[in-house]
């Protein structure tokens, strides 16, 4: 009888590492397959966006990207900084891991590792002044002030830094604004004034990730942690100003598969009657005995998982199943083989027809999908060749063969 085995998950706490002195920021994502976008083999990013992806959703969805928020009221002010300063350092400054990095998420149960990359797309916040902007200038006009206070507007990004996002707020010590990082360069905007203090209310970062194909992973929980320093000449630079008390960033990866794999024997098909090509007639009313019996019994399978193939026998004949002749007790060989449909393939990427099960599963180790395959019709094959079909069949002997066949599919690959 055809049976798909259980996939059960159990849960477990996972403890990470946490650097001192860090921010540690959530990101997670998961992957469930659609049965209405089978081709759509990726993670949904389920992190919650936070600051500028949460105000700005049709700009970040443009340009794929998400946000977070850091350093929340934590950026003490610090200066001075001088008009004119011809060193970048010394004024106000960012620049960000905007590189593709590489880290590994671990599966909690099994240690099956997979490869996440992300890469920080973006930076802005709102900064703040020690003094208002009016002070600073002499310049009545509040937008005014800021303007001449860096001689541009900070939403006109320098160098290779790109602005993007409105005009939403600007203060009397603050002025908000957002780059896009498209080079691990300094993005820096030079002061026109002197500022006693200067510091940030916030930081908002944007990140774009490319997530491993969850068709390769099995089911379960990848857990996996991407660091970067927050610090002068660090990973996320603001220069020699500003510096945060928190001086690491720790993005936490969470990343849950949840696989499909499921197999519908249609009503009676666990009852297998093996006859010969065209049905008993022809030996009935002709004498010309069949050459072999057998029986194909379809299936519908839905998988996004790999899985293995196991066979389990009543009887057994060498490395199969065998039917008895409950009188007799003579055995004979039942070879039993399946066929599965277009979009699973085996670890060669071989299509699978008529792929013989063995007892040991030799051939049967691996089967992995392209894309999801929902609800696809495969086939089990079921077949007695000639050599024992003769005996089977003497004159005036009659005899029944029965015996219990346990087809496994099996997600714990």
């Keep these: 009888m055809p049976t798909a085995r259980a996939i059960v998950i159990g849960c477990c706490l996972a403890v ?15 992957f469930n397959p659609e049965p209405g976008n089978p081709l759509k083999n990726e993670f949904k990013n389920t992190t919650p966006n936070v600051g500028f ?7 970040c969805q443009a340009h794929n990207i998400f946000s977070l928020r ?13 008009p004119d300063h011809a060193d970048v350092r010394k004024g106000a400054m960012i620049k960000t891991p905007a590189a593709w990095r590489s880290l590994q998420v671990r599966h909690r149960e099994t240690g099956e590792t997979a490869t996440v990359e992300v890469r920080i797309a973006g930076m802005g916040g709102v900064y703040t002044l020690s003094h208002s902007a009016q ?9 005014q002030a800021h303007l001449r206070l860096w001689g541009s507007r900070w939403t006109t990004a320098p160098n290779s830094c790109v602005s993007i996002g409105k005009e ?31 510091g940030f209310q916030y930081l908002d970062f944007t990140y774009e990730l490319r997530t491993p194909d969850p068709l390769k992973m099995s089911t379960g929980i990848y857990d996996g942690t991407q660091v970067y320093t927050i610090k002068p000449n660090g990973d996320f630079d603001l220069g020699d100003v500003v ?32 006859v010969p090509q065209g049905g008993w007639q022809a030996w009935l009313n002709q004498g010309r005995k069949p050459t072999r019996l057998f029986r194909d019994q379809t299936f519908n399978i839905s998988s996004s998982s790999r899985f293995k193939m196991q066979l389990e026998c009543q009887y057994v004949v060498g490395n199969t199943c065998a039917l008895r002749d409950a009188d007799s007790a003579d055995l004979v060989r039942l070879n039993t083989s399946v066929s599965l449909p277009s979009g699973l393939a085996d670890a060669g990427g071989r299509t699978v027809q008529r792929r013989p099960l063995f007892l040991d599963g030799s051939g049967t180790e691996l089967f992995q999908p392209s894309i999801y395959v929902d609800r696809k019709p495969g086939a089990l094959h079921f077949e007695i060749t000639k050599e024992y079909v003769e005996p089977m069949l003497r004159e005036g002997v009659g005899k029944t063969y029965t015996g219990n066949v346990t087809v496994i599919w099996d997600s714990e690959v």
């Design 16 to 30: 990470l590492a946490m650097e001192a002195g860090a921010i540690v920021l959530p990101v997670t994502a998961t």
């Design 70 to 82: 850091s350093h929340v009221g934590n950026i003490p002010l610090n200066g001075p900084i001088e």
């Design 135 to 143: 002070e600073l200038t002499g310049v009545s006009n509040l937008f």
């Design 243 to 274: 510096a945060p008390p928190d001086d690491v960033i720790q993005l936490d990866f969470t990343l849950t598969v949840q696989h499909a794999l499921r197999v519908d024997i249609p009503p009676g098909g666990n009852q297998i009657e093996l």
């Design 168 to 198: 939403v707020y600007y203060g009397f010590t603050g002025y908000e604004f957002f780059w896009l990082t498209p080079k691990e360069e300094v993005c820096a905007k030079q002061a026109k004034f002197q500022i006693p203090g200067f």
């Design 53 to 59: 992806c949460n105000n700005n959703p049709a700009i």
